[in-house]
C-alpha cells in the first residue's frame, strides 16, 4: 500500500482519526463566510463520533453557486496557489481553489490511488485526457509524478501521435476517457498494431459514468486492465475514490473524505447496501473545506471488507443521478438499477422504455423491453416464461414488481440524441 | 528579487559558481551513454574558469536525434517523472526527460523569471497557452504555483470563458502567446469591454520569436505591460531568459545556464555585443545535462549592467536562425538585422527584398525598399537623401554597404503565404 498506516488502519482508529478531523475541519470552515453562517449554533466539541455528523446542514450546488467566487474561502485569496472552474459560459459558475498544502494532499491521495490498482514508480504514465480546467487532467499529473511514474503530458487528440508516444517509451498505464478508450483501441489496430502486442498493461477510466459492460468491452478490446474511479471537484477532482486490483468497488478514502449514502428525499441515511445519494465531506482540505456535499450521484456501499486489506468503504459504481429518481409506492427507483439488471440478461436487445402509468387509483410501472430475434419465437409459453423472469429479475434489484411487455427488436421509438428512458404518464 | 544573493551575485562569484558546476555537470553528463563516448578524453578538473568551456564539443539537434529515446539520459529510465517530445508525427522526434529535482528547479528558475517582471504572491494568472507536451504551458503553471500565484489553468481558446474567467477572478497576469495576443484584444472589444478596463497588468509573452513593434503594439492594443522571455525545450522549456521590469533584453539565469553566442561557420566566440548563434550549457540539470547545445537562434548579448541590479547577462530578442544567415564579404548577416532596421525608419513601406547578386568578381547585397507614399515625391534630391539615408543605417548595422532600391508602395511582388525575403542570385 502506498501509505500502509492510513489504508489499512483498524476501523475503531479510522473513526476516531475522522472525528477528530471532522472537528477541526468545522473550526477551519467557519473562516469561510458561507459556513461562518451556515455553522453558527454548532459547537464541533459537541460531537461524539463521526456518525454525528448526520447533525450538520447539507452543502448544495445552489449554494456553491450563491457563493462565487470567494465565499467558501477560509483565508485570503493571496493564500491560493489554484483555481478550477466550470465552465459557466451559461449560467453562474463554480469554482474551487487550492492552496499549495491542498495540491500536495490531492497528489497524495491520486497517488494512492493510482498504488492501489498496481501502478508502481517504475511505470510510464500517458496522461491522454486534457489538462486545463478539468480537474482529471492536472489531477492525474500530479499524482503520477507524485508516484514517481515517468509522465508523458500528451493531452487529448492526436491518436497517431499517442501511438506512436505510447510505442516508443513503452507507456504501462493510460489515462484513457473511457468513451474515447474504445475509439481509440480501433485506431490502433487500423494503425497497423495489435492492441496485445502494446506495451499498456493498466487504464485508468473515469470521469465518465460507464457500465461494467462497458469496462469488460474496452478491457477486451485493447487487452488491458481497466480501473474505474470516483471523483468531482468540489472534492478536489478525481481521486475521492478508487479501485484496488480486485476491481469490486471503490475505496473512499475516509481519512480524507466522510461519505454517506442518503434517501435524496428525505435526507436520511439509507439501510446498508442500499442505494441513494452519495454525500462527501472533506476531512483534509484547508482552503476551501466543504461539509456534507450533496453529490446528486447515486451509488451503495458494498458491504464486507475487501481482500486487498483495505478498510476503507468501497462505493460501487455511480448509477445515475439523483435527479433521475422516481417514486412509486413509496419506493426510490433509479433507471440505471433497471438498466442493469435488463442488460445483464442475455435475451434482452438494446432499447427499453419505462413507464409510469396511473391504473385506478394506484401507480404501476410499465417496463417495454426489445427482444433479441432468436428468442422471439412464436412460442406463447416460451415469452411468458421470459416475461415473468424480468419482472421476477427487475422486482429482486426495485422491490416492486412490474408489467412487463415484450417487443420485438427495432419496435421501440429511438428519438434522436440521448435516448428517452422514462415516460411518467401518472395522474397528478 | 527572488532570490537576492543568485540573482545580484557578483561577477566573479558567479563566474567561480559557474566553474564549479560546469565541472560536477561534466562528471554527471559521463552517466549517459553519449557524454561518455563524447567526453572521453576530457578531465573536468582540468578545467580553470567557466571559459574554458570553449574545449568542450557542442551538441547539435542531430545528436538529440541519434540518442533517442534514452541515450542522454544519466540515470535509469525509473528516476524520471516528466517528459516532453516534440511532435514526431514526421522524422525522429526528440525528447526531454526530467527527474522530480529537475521540475523543481524548473520550476523555481519560472518563478525567478515571473518575479522579475513584476509579479507577485497576490497576483492572479491565467495561463492561456494549451498544456500538453508543450513546455511553455506546463511550465508557466508549475511556476506561477511555485511562486504562489493564484493560478487558472485556462488552457488555449474558448475567447468567451477566457473573458468571463479574468474578469471574475480580477486577473493581473496573463501568459499569452504573441500571436493570439492582438486577436484576443479584439475579441475583448467585441464583447463589449475596454481593455483599458480589465483587470490585467503584465503579459507574459515569448514561445514565438517577435518584434518590438509587435510587443508595443500588444502592449497599447490591451493596455498591458508585455514582457518577452526565451526558452528551448532542449534547455527545460520556458525560464531560461526572461525580461525585467526594464524590458531591455533578457536576462539569462547564469547560475542555472552557460550562454555563449559563437559564429555559426567557425563555432568561435564573437565579439561582445555581435550577433550570433546562442549556445547553452545546463549547470544544474541532473537527469540529462546537456552541454553547449547548439540552439541554431541567434542574438547577442547586451553590454553593460542592468538597472534593475541583476548581474545576470541580458540577451536580445530572438534576430531569426542560424540556417538563414547569410556570409558575403566574409561577413554574417541574417535577414532579421535588415528588417528592424528597415523597419525602425518611419519612410519604410511594409515590404522590402534582399538580394545577392555576383558582379564581376564580387558579391553584392542588394536591398529593395518599398516607400510609404508620402515620402515617394517627385524630388530626385529628397529620395537620393533617403536612399543614402537607409544605406547607411544598414552599413551601420551589419558593416557592409548594400545598394538600396527604392520602389512605390505595393510594387515588390508578395507570394502567398510566408515572405519570401532573400533571393540569392550568386555565381558559385
Not at 142 to 152: A, D, F, H, K, Q
Not at 284 to 310: K, S
Not at 331 to 336: D, T
Not at 368 to 380: A, I, L
Request: charged share 25%.
Amino acid at each position: 500500500m502506498y501509505y500502509d498506516k492510513a489504508e489499512n488502519m483498524d476501523r475503531a482508529s479510522l473513526e476516531s482519526l475522522q472525528l477528530e478531523r471532522l472537528k477541526s475541519t468545522l473550526e477551519n470552515a467557519k473562516n469561510a463566510p458561507f459556513y461562518k453562517e451556515q455553522l453558527a449554533g454548532i459547537n464541533p466539541e459537541d460531537l461524539q463520533s463521526a456518525a454525528d455528523i448526520t447533525k450538520l446542514p447539507f452543502t448544495t450546488k445552489d449554494d456553491l453557486r450563491s457563493q462565487y467566487p470567494y465565499g467558501m474561502l477560509t483565508r485570503s485569496k493571496d493564500e491560493f496557489v489554484r483555481l478550477h472552474a466550470s465552465s459557466g459560459t451559461t449560467g453562474t459558475p463554480t469554482a474551487v481553489f487550492y492552496t499549495q498544502k491542498d495540491l500536495d494532499t490531492w497528489a497524495d491521495l491520486m497517488a494512492r490511488c493510482m498504488y492501489a490498482c498496481g501502478c508502481r514508480k517504475s511505470d510510464v504514465l500517458q496522461n491522454m485526457s486534457g489538462y486545463g480546467l478539468f480537474t482529471g487532467g492536472l489531477g492525474i499529473h500530479y499524482g503520477s509524478e507524485r508516484l514517481g511514474m515517468l509522465t508523458v503530458p500528451a493531452g487529448a487528440g492526436n491518436t497517431k501521435r499517442q501511438i506512436k508516444l505510447i510505442r516508443d517509451f513503452n507507456v504501462s498505464v493510460l489515462h484513457i476517457i473511457p468513451s474515447f478508450a474504445l475509439y481509440f483501441a480501433q485506431k490502433v489496430e487500423e494503425a497497423g498494431f495489435d492492441t496485445a502486442d502494446m506495451p499498456w498493461k493498466i487504464a485508468l477510466i473515469g470521469a465518465e459514468p460507464h457500465t461494467e459492460e462497458a469496462r469488460r468491452k474496452i478491457e477486451e478490446m485493447m487487452h488491458i486492465k481497466a480501473y474505474n474511479s470516483y471523483g468531482l471537484s468540489e472534492m478536489n477532482g478525481p481521486g475521492v475514490a478508487f479501485e484496488c486490483v480486485h476491481q469490486n468497488g471503490m475505496h473512499v478514502w475516509e481519512d480524507a473524505y466522510i461519505a454517506e449514502i442518503i434517501d435524496p428525499t428525505t435526507g436520511e441515511h439509507v439501510k446498508e447496501g442500499e442505494i441513494g445519494e452519495l454525500v462527501m465531506t472533506t476531512l483534509t482540505r484547508e482552503g476551501m473545506p466543504i461539509i456534507r456535499y450533496r453529490t446528486r450521484d447515486l451509488t451503495r456501499f458494498i458491504p464486507g471488507q475487501c481482500e486487498c486489506g483495505r478498510t476503507h468503504r468501497r462505493i460501487d459504481r455511480i448509477a445515475g443521478r439523483a435527479d433521475d429518481m422516481m417514486i412509486l409506492k413509496g419506493v426510490n427507483i433509479y433507471p440505471m438499477q433497471i438498466e442493469q439488471c435488463l442488460m445483464a440478461m442475455p435475451e434482452v436487445g438494446q432499447n427499453y422504455l419505462i413507464e409510469l402509468v396511473t391504473e385506478g387509483i394506484t401507480d404501476q410501472l410499465k417496463v417495454k423491453v426489445e427482444v433479441k430475434d432468436q428468442f422471439f419465437v412464436e412460442d406463447m409459453r416460451a415469452l411468458q416464461g421470459l416475461q415473468k423472469k424480468i419482472a421476477k429479475n427487475l422486482c429482486n434489484e426495485i422491490l416492486i414488481t412490474p408489467r412487463v411487455e415484450l417487443c420485438q427488436h427495432d419496435s421501440i421509438p429511438k428519438g434522436e440524441g440521448k435516448a428517452v428512458r422514462v415516460v411518467d404518464k401518472r395522474e397528478k
